[in-house]
T-cell receptor
Framework: NAGVMQNPRHLVRRRGQEARLRCSPM?????VYWYRQLPEEGLKFMVY????????ESGMPKERFSAEFPKEGPSILRIQQVVRGDSAAYFC??????????????FGDGTRLSIL | SQKIEQNSEALNIQEGKTATLTCNYT??????LQWYRQDPGRGPVFLLL?????KEKRKERLKVTFDTTLKQSLFHITASQPADSATYLC???????????FGKGTRLSVIA
């Protein structure tokens, strides 16, 4: 199965710790998108990356959150000094061609982050 | 401000009937509209994409319409089956390079 892989599926952190979420896009895809979903809420766009570049980070909080997609290896969403409000499901999606919205996006099954 | 509304949080229909889900938007002129299916504990799965200059798109038992005058998209599942039970999300974008904006979804239950 060459789908989008996210790990871990579940992550528990205490307030103040760091959370690292990983996403390996579908084989051959070089565009990655991160979304956040709260219960009963829609998916909220956070950031769009291509290999080694951030294309659009308009949905990502300016503080404590960062994202990267290195030349080799998975994309990482990093949350520093986590707070209870960071508890959510974080989804990653990938696409094979340029343009965030005129191509289908293929999603992973998410990382459920819980902050104690 | 821009707003996307999906007609209801939940929709129950009898097996074999046609399910119709609505996605309304305001203060938008989207270039693209996409529909996704999401099962509990899973990521969304792409179903259909329709462009602003297309009125209708079909795929097997699925049909999507896009009315830019009414600012509305309708998503139809014909001959619905219990396996169609899921949450369906619509998503809009201004252009190919702007992020997708998702609605909250409609939870469809098909009763046997």
């Amino acid at each position: 199965n060459a789908g989008v892989m996210q790990n871990p599926r579940h992550l528990v952190r205490r307030r103040g710790q760091e959370a690292r979420l990983r996403c390996s896009p579908m084989k051959g895809h070089s565009h990655v998108y991160w979304y956040r979903q709260l219960p009963e809420e829609g998916l909220k766009f956070m950031v769009y990356l291509q290999k080694e570049n951030i294309i659009d980070e308009s949905g990502m909080p300016k503080e404590r959150f960062s994202a990267e997609f290195p030349k080799e290896g998975p994309s990482i969403l990093r949350i520093q000094q986590v707070v209870r409000g960071d508890s959510a499901a974080y989804f990653c999606a990938s696409s094979g061609q340029g343009g965030a919205s005129n191509q289908p996006q293929h999603f992973g099954d998410g990382t459920r982050l819980s902050i104690l | 401000s821009q707003k996307i509304e999906q007609n209801s949080e939940a929709l129950n229909i009898q097996e074999g009937k046609t399910a119709t889900l609505t996605c309304n938007y305001t203060n938008y002129s989207p270039a693209y509209l996409q529909w996704y299916r999401q099962d509990p504990g899973r990521g969304p799965v792409f179903l259909l994409l329709i462009r602003e200059n297309e009125k209708e798109k079909r795929k097997e038992r699925l049909k999507v319409t896009f009315d830019t005058t009414l600012k509305q998209s309708l998503f139809h599942i014909t001959a619905s089956q219990p396996a169609d039970s899921a949450t369906y999300l619509c998503a809009l974008a201004f252009s190919g390079n702007t992020p997708l904006v998702f609605g909250k979804g409609t939870r469809l239950s098909v009763i046997a």
